[in-house]
C-alpha cells in the first residue's frame, strides 16, 4: 500500500465517473450505478475494485466490445417460486443489476424469511464483498457469488486455466455486536488479477505460489504473471468450481469463452450471479444459553473467539471497517498519485476538465 494518499472529494470522483459511464453510451441510472458502488469500495479500501478498474473491464470486456450493452433491461422470467427469482439481465452493466438484485432478495426475505435471486447473462458486478457488506449493515445474512469474465485460474493439479478467479462473499449482521458487518469476500484464487494490477501499477511483487507465467512457472513478478493459482489447493479449486457448476445449470456460457469476441455463433461470453438473503428472525431457534437474545448470543460468541490470547487477532471485514473511519474522517476519498494519474486519462478521453491536483490534501 503507498505511504499516501490524495483526498478527493466525493463528488469530483462521482461526477468525472458518472461522465466516464454516459460517454460510453450508459443511462443516467447505470452511471450513477457504476459512480456510488465505485465510491463504496474506495470508501472501504478496496483500491482493486475501483472505478479505474470497473471502467478498464468495460473498456476490454464491455462496451467497448460488445460484452455489455448500456441501456438494457432486465427481464425477470415467470417461475413458481414466491422467495426465488431468475433473471436475464442482457448484458446489463453488473453494478446496475446487482445491487437491484440485493434489493429484491431483501424484500423477499422480509415476506418469506429468505430471498434468492439467479441471474444470467450479465457483466462483471466488481466487488462482491459490497453488496453483502451493504445487505449485513441493513441487518441480514447475505451471500453472492459469480463467474468470472475470463479463465484465469489453473485448476489444482493442472495446467491450463480453465476456471475464473470466481469470488464468494459472505456478509454476517454483526454491527451491533462488534461495531460492524463481519464479510468474508475473497476469490478462489490465491490473489484476485486486480491486484496483480495493482501491485504491477505500484511496482511491487507478488506473493510466493500466486500466479504463474506463460510457461506455467511461479513467478513474483506481476508483469510476468498470466494465470493465477487457487487457494488451499483442491479447497479454492472446489469453491471455485461450484461457481461454474451453478452458472452451467443456470445457463451461463463456457468459463475459456467468457470475455472474448464471439469465435462460434450462439456464445454468450457472460457472466452468472447467484444472490442470497436470509432474515436474522429466520435463524432464531429460541433457545440461547443463559435465556439471552439472539445478539447477545452473537456478542457473546464473537467476545468468545477473541477471548484472552486472541487479543490482537481481527474479525473479516475490520481492516474495510477501519479504512471507512478513516475515508470519513479526511472528508473523502483517498487515491494514491498513480491513480490520480489514471484519472487523469479517464477524464481526458470523457472530455472532462481533469482534476487540480493543488487543491487535494494528504490523507492523515
Known amino acids: 500500500m503507498p505511504d499516501k ?14 461522465a466516464a459511464y454516459r460517454h460510453r453510451g450508459f443511462d443516467d441510472e447505470e452511471a450513477e450505478a457504476g459512480a456510488s458502488f465505485s465510491a463504496y469500495a474506495t470508501i472501504h479500501g478496496i483500491r482493486t475494485h475501483n472505478a479505474l478498474k470497473a471502467l478498464h473491464l ?20 415467470q ?17 446496475a443489476v446487482a445491487g437491484r438484485a440485493m434489493d429484491a432478495c431483501i424484500e423477499m426475505a422480509d415476506k418469506h424469511g429468505s430471498g434468492t435471486v439467479i441471474v444470467d447473462n450479465a457483466f462483471h458486478y466488481l466487488w462482491g464483498g459490497g453488496y453483502v457488506m451493504d445487505a449485513a449493515s441493513r441487518g441480514y445474512y447475505a451471500y453472492t457469488n459469480c463467474t468470472s469474465t475470463l479463465a484465469e485460474v489453473v485448476p489444482f493439479m ?5 476456471l475464473g478467479t470466481n469470488p464468494h462473499s459472505w456478509g454476517l449482521p454483526t454491527t451491533e455486536a462488534v461495531g460492524f458487518p463481519v464479510v468474508i469476500d475473497w476469490a478462489t484464487s490465491v490473489i484476485a488479477m486486480g491486484r496483480v494490477q495493482q ?24 508483469n510476468a504473471a498470466v494465470a493465477l493459482l487457487p487457494f488451499a489447493a483442491h479447497k479454492g479449486y472446489g469453491l471455485g ?39 436474522p428472525e429466520a435463524f ?7 435465556g439471552i437474545s439472539q445478539a447477545q448470543n452473537v ?14 487477532c481481527i474479525l473479516p471485514g475490520q481492516i474495510e471497517a477501519n479504512f471507512a473511519k478513516r475515508s470519513e474522517n479526511n472528508g473523502g476519498l483517498l487515491f494514491s498519485e498513480k491513480e490520480l494519474d489514471e484519472f487523469e486519462t479517464l477524464a481526458e478521453e470523457s472530455g472532462e476538465e481533469p482534476w487540480d491536483r493543488s487543491g487535494f490534501p494528504l490523507a492523515k
Not at 10 to 18: G, Y
Not at 158 to 162: L, V
Not at 252 to 268: F, H, S, V, Y
Open 5 to 18: 494518499f490524495y483526498v478527493i472529494p466525493r463528488e469530483n470522483h462521482d461526477s468525472l465517473v458518472r
Open 58 to 77: 468495460d473498456e476490454l470486456f464491455g462496451s467497448k466490445t460488445g460484452g455489455c450493452e448500456p441501456k438494457a433491461r432486465i427481464d425477470i422470467l
Open 79 to 95: 417461475k413458481r417460486f414466491d422467495a426465488c427469482q431468475t433473471w436475464n439481465a442482457n448484458k446489463k452493466l453488473g453494478q
Open 158 to 162: 493442472g495446467k491450463t486455466p480453465t
Open 199 to 222: 501491485l504491477k501499477r505500484e511496482g511491487q511483487k507478488l506473493p510466493m505460489d500466486a500466479a504463474v507465467d506463460a510457461n506455467g512457472k511461479p513467478t513474483t513478478d506481476p
Open 241 to 279: 468450481l461450484l461457481n461454474e457448476i451453478l452458472g452451467a445449470m443456470t445457463g451461463g456460457d463456457l468459463p475459456t469463452d467468457r470475455g472474448l469476441p464471439t469465435k462460434e455463433e450462439g456464445n454468450k461470453n457472460t457472466c452468472n450471479f447467484f444472490f442470497q438473503v436470509i432474515h
Open 284 to 290: 432464531d431457534a429460541g433457545a440461547f444459553a443463559h
Open 299 to 312: 456478542k457473546a460468541v464473537l467476545k468468545d473467539v477473541l477471548k484472552e490470547g486472541n487479543e490482537d
